[in-house]
């Protein structure tokens, strides 16, 4: 798939999760997507994400920098929100925090297969106070 096309999916992916459109996530990410290594499958990735749009209410995916290579996507996304209670082992409680996710896919068949992110936590750390 050319890097163009793939781009182009990737940033309408982007959209479905920003409109919580998940009736179109299966259009995506494939039916048995992995996460970080745990094998998740398509309903698995969509209760994690609606359960980080519960705990984010104002969650908004933002491409910072994106790369298309073959079947692969690399991807640095910024986010700037508010999320509730705990967010990564920290009080947030409501307070906004700002930081980049750093996530690579490989898509198969024009659908994500797989996912591997890491979340700047240091970012998220320096925003709050100890």
């Not at 290594?37 to 994690?48: I, Q, T, V």
């Amino acid at each position: 798939m050319a890097g163009d096309d793939l781009g182009a999916i990737y940033r309408r992916y982007v959209d479905c999760l920003n409109a919580q459109d998940w009736e179109r996530l299966g259009t995506f990410v494939h039916a048995e997507v992995s996460h970080n290594g745990r094998a998740f499958g398509l309903a698995g990735y969509r209760a994690m994400l609606e359960e980080d749009f519960r705990q984010i209410p104002d969650l908004r995916f933002q491409i910072d920098l994106l790369v298309c290579e073959g079947a692969n996507v690399a991807a640095r996304l910024w986010f700037d929100c508010t999320p509730r209670g705990s967010f990564l082992g920290r009080p947030v409680n409501g307070r906004r925090v700002q930081f980049a996710e750093h996530v690579f896919y490989r898509f198969e068949d024009g659908q994500i297969k797989t996912v591997s992110s890491v979340l700047d936590k240091s970012a998220v750390e320096a925003a709050l106070p100890s």
